[in-house]
Nanobody, 116 residues
Framework: QVQLVESGGGLVQPGGSLRLSCAAS????????MSWYRQAPGKERELVAV????????NYADSVKGRFTISRDNAEKTMYLQMNSLKPEDTAVYYC?????????WGQGTQVTVSS
């Protein structure tokens, strides 16, 4: 079955960096686009970044452009989100996502807290 496992979250000061990872299994990883979403307390889940199957094409929410970088290693079946210049408003639970067989699959999420 499809499994997505996020890791790498934590507490970081404003201006700091974190690198999130999403380990995938149960599907042919290199044939699916992948995404990162986040959900802050009291807010709806929002799309952060998308990466194509090959990794060549990427798209970002305006709020993270120039600060976050999405990437993937198809050999390792892992997706990454490098987050730099973090702001308090980036505080959220971050989820990786794949649409497989017409259904959305999510990991358990990893908490990112940006605070001094």
């Amino acid at each position: 079955q499809v499994q997505l496992v996020e890791s790498g979250g934590g507490l970081v000061q404003p201006g700091g960096s974190l690198r999130l990872s999403c380990a995938a299994s149960g599907f042919t990883f290199n044939t699916y686009a992948m995404s990162w979403y986040r959900q802050a307390p009291g807010k709806e889940r929002e799309l952060v970044a998308v990466i194509s199957r090959s990794g060549i094409s990427t798209n970002y929410a305006d709020s993270v452009k120039g600060r976050f970088t999405i990437s993937r290693d198809n050999a390792e079946k892992t997706m990454y989100l490098q987050m730099n210049s973090l702001k308090p408003e980036d505080t959220a639970v971050y989820y990786c996502n794949v649409v497989w067989g017409g259904s959305n699959y999510w990991g358990q999420g990893t908490q990112v807290t940006v605070s001094s």
